[in-house]
Every structure is written in C-alpha cells, then in structure tokens.
C-alpha cells in the first residue's frame, strides 16, 4: 500500500520533541507498517495535493484510532494550518524517475546518484540540493566531475517548490535521513568511504567547516577556501559550541565514512552559495585530490 488516510492531531503535552521539532511527527506502529515504514523513517504527509511535506517519524505510539498522526504546531504550519486536519501518509520519498524539469514543474524531490558501484575512496553529497539549498547540489556534482580519473562518487537530493518554499517541503535534517527512504543512497550506504563530504547552506554570514573528520583536515580545507574567495567572507572550522558543526556520529556525512571518522560538513552562507559556489566546490576538490 503507497498511502494511507490520516488525521493531522496535536502533539500530546508529553511530546516536546514533536514540538520543537517543525520536521518530526509520531504515528501508531501498525498503521505505519502498513506503508512499509517505521520510526526514524521519512514519510510525505499530504493536506491537499498540492500542500504536502516531509516529516521523519520521531516516535511510534498506538492510538485510537489509528489513522492519529501527530505533530507540534510548527509541523501542522509546514501543511499551511495550525488547527487539526484530516490527511494522506504516502511512504514515497524522493521520485527519482522524474526528470529534472519535471521535477521542477511539479515540485518534487528527486534521488541522484553518480557511483561506479566499488570505489572506495571519496563521495561528495547534497542532501539539500535544487531550490532547498540552493548550490549545493552543483557543488557535490563539481567536485565529482573535477575528480573524475578517481572515479570519485556523488549523491544528491534536489527538491522545488513552484513559487519558492522547497526548504519548508523538504528539508530533513542530516542526523535524521534514513537510507531506507533514500534508495540510491542506500546502495552506498554500506560502503565504508575513506573520506565523505557534504555540502549545505545555512543562515549565517560565513563558511562553517565541520564534521567527524580530524582538526588537522578541517584546517586545511579551511586554508582552501579562504585563499578561494578571498576576504570578503569568514571561513571557520566549527567548534564544539556550534550548533551547525556537523559532527555527531549520527550525521549522514559521518555515517557514510568506515568508522563514521572521515566526514567534512561545509556550511554555507546564501552569499557564499551565490557568489563562489564553483571556487569553495574547486578548493575543496583541490584538497581531496592530494590524499586520495
């Protein structure tokens, strides 16, 4: 079964997570298996057919009736309401056999996958990619071209929204994506990268660079950038105070390195994004391709 009915309910007082989190939403076991899904996995949750969201299913819960799902008011506003309201659970994540301009049009979300299926060495990934953040996608894809003779891998989700608001649709947390939703990345999952590297955007005025990886590694992309785009941008490593460091073992960047140790995190201002997507993605680049 691809979809179920579902009514859209308050988050119980106990639920916190739920209400702090605009992404998270709990729902009863049993009905969630009857999509094939289950907690900690990704679901679309449709109002209309036009008004839909991905949410990760923080929590399982039986209710009654068991069509209850449950969310703060945050994640009811993503579904443009804040009271309770009558809707679809789809187990559909990405719908990868969309063209790119299809994908547009219709603001979907879209898998993309570039993998000789062995090596080992170095993926460069976009969770975020097309309109939820936006470049990011171009600078996984540019760092695998650049380091094409290593047969380097790439994997990016892209996701629209005619009229803006595809972050709001899509955007799922690092820590929270789940291979089981995300086919293509699933076939890499396992693989044990020596080095990972994933590209985002944030809020903040600056180049944030983090991850599992080692200080001394974060040091000497940090030099690249900031030697790429000059001054008119501050390019950090993230400390342990920063909310955007990139580093818990949970992080897909981490997860996708053998032994969760070999992940970079780039966060990235809008600025950064549009005015140097193409000199951050080549220093990077530049960098991975002395120890690989």
């Known amino acids: ?7 859209i309910t308050r ?8 209400k702090d989190n605009a992404e998270h939403c709990s729902a ?3 009905r ?26 923080s929590e399982v819960r039986p209710e009654l009736p068991d069509e209850v799902v449950r969310m703060g008011r945050a994640g009811r ?53 097309g309109d939820i953040e936006p470049h990011t996608d171009d600078q996984a894809e540019r760092v695998a071209t650049r380091l094409a003779a290593k047969s380097v891998s790439s994997w990016r989700c892209k ?7 595809a972050f709001t649709r899509w955007h799922i947390t690092s820590t929270d994506l789940n291979e089981a939703c995300f086919p293509r990345l699933g076939r890499v999952m396992g693989r044990g990268f020596t080095h990972a590297v994933a590209f985002h955007g944030f809020g903040g005025d600056e180049v944030l ?23 008119a941008i501050r390019v950090r490593v993230a400390t342990d105070a920063d909310h955007f460091g990139g580093d818990d073992p949970c992080n897909i960047v981490n997860r996708l390195t053998a032994g969760g140790v070999g992940g970079l995190q780039i966060e990235q201002s809008l600025e950064a994004r549009e005015e140097h997507w193409c000199e951050i993605a080549d220093a990077v680049a530049g960098v991975y391709e002395s120890v690989i």
């Open 77 to 129: 506003q993503r579904l443009g309401l804040e009271v309770e309201f009558p809707g679809v659970l789809d187990f559909r994540v990405p719908r990868s056999r969309l063209s790119e301009s299809r994908a547009k049009t219709e603001g979907e979300l879209i898998e993309r996958l570039h993998d000789d299926g062995q090596q080992s060495q170095l993926i460069a990934i976009a969770p975020h990619g």
């Open 11 to 18: 988050a119980l007082p106990s639920q916190q997570d739920l």
């Open 159 to 165: 996701g629209w929204k005619p009229g803006g608001g």
């Open 1 to 7: 079964m691809a979809s179920i009915s579902a009514a």
């Open 209 to 231: 660079i983090g991850g599992g990886g080692s200080p001394e590694f974060k040091e000497l992309v940090r030099e690249a950038v900031d030697t790429a785009i000059g001054s």
């Open 32 to 57: 969630l298996a009857t999509i094939g899904r289950a907690c900690g996995q990704q679901v679309r949750i449709y109002r209309t057919p036009q008004d839909l969201a991905l949410y990760t299913v």
């Open 28 to 30: 009863d076991p049993a």
